[in-house]
DNA sequence: TTATAAAATTAAGTAAGCTTAAAATATGAC
DNA sequence: GTCATATTTTAAGCTTACTTAATTTTATAA
């Protein structure tokens, strides 16, 4: 019924509406790796599956029943990310690589099987919340990007928002993971790098890495623990 | 290179070349489910990738590198089974389904982080031997058939040879699991249904089911435990 | 050995999921 | 509003992995 690669594409439609808002062709082929003409030909299939909304030159939407399969796919994604990093103590770089694949290869049952091992986790290790077996996503935190905390601010870092393994390790060799306190000491004007500290080291960070950091706890000055986000 | 179907035909090809010592097309396509002509169109892609020696009309024989491939895949088969049996606890009938679409799609690197985790196990849940990283079978027990066995012998179960979840609830039903001690009483002529004991109880047992089953460790008659098998 | 049955192959065709090249449409800078 | 650029679609074609129907080859048994 829903070929890997119709799987794919919901996955990628379902991560692309989330920062985005709305999902051009264009961005799809892209983050899928293939040729324009390849998704406009498969989203008309989708169309006629009832999975997704074509009509030529326009964004492409979810019907409801796509945005379920497709929630299915993300919660199958998560699953296998945290159940490889704490189960199987499988590398926090390599995780996504791997889900990417087993996402498909999975009965529901074995994705609950895991999921309850797990004790029902709400976030993958990466700091996505993960859907319940009825689509449902738990509450979250708010989070704003590294790239757009205001001056002196600290807050925790709590997402990381692209899963290369090439970005994760960067990440890891500076020290830079989910959970520790970061604050922002300084923006470049020309190329919005900017300066932090964590850890109590200053280091500099550039503008495309902090777009992909994702802050909670935002707090302002960080003298004290008010928090104003 | 090799994708999930090729894959298939290559397991495929594995468990009937040790089962019969020969692969015939029609047995290919019974145990993958297609068409007879399927099984010439594919055998011959993989001729070409040097994977199988086909030629018209004669059963078909894997190159060496066909060989190792093979073995890689049931390797995996058979890792993810011991995993999912030991570590997720999912139920003893539905690893080999689920084994069946996850060997496809898991890196050499996470088998060999399940196996590590495992300790290295030598045998699959259903009692078949896992190949090593280099592809070398650990040391098996001598086994003959249920079905073969000499009357008033008794043995240890140890291999089943059919993985289908119907067969393998049906034994547990009955109680018959592996590591079990089994004597055989009766064999009814002309049908070969076999009487045993098992757990001090008599039972009847089809020869199908007899066909499946595999003993270790025969002794004569059980009053001693000299081992003539 | 010859008829019959079983096994395998050839032939023709299909669907999915891709590609590149060319054409159409939309966007957005001035 | 026009024009250049970016986005999307159309057109044509390819590979993989299947199907059924018809034919050929091999195996078996009287
Ligand atoms: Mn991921
Ligand atoms: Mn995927
Ligand atoms: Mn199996
Ligand atoms: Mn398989």
Redo the contacts with the bound molecule.
Sequence with gaps: MT????E??LGAMYRLQNEAGEV??????DA??????????????LGQKDLVV??????VKFTSLGEQKAMQVIRRHRIWEKFLFEVVKFPWEKVHEEAERLEHSSSDELINYMEAMLDFPELDPHGNPIPSINGVLPRQNAMIKLADMNLLHSGIISRVNEHSQEFLMYLMAEGITLGKELRLIERRNFDNTLTITIDNQEKQISSMTAENIFMSNISNGGRDGKITE
């Design positions: 070929s890997e690669s119709i794919n594409y051009k062709l264009n961005q799809l082929a899928l790796n293939i040729s324009g003409p390849a998704v406009t030909d498969m989203l008309k299939r074509y009509s030529p030159y326009k964004p």
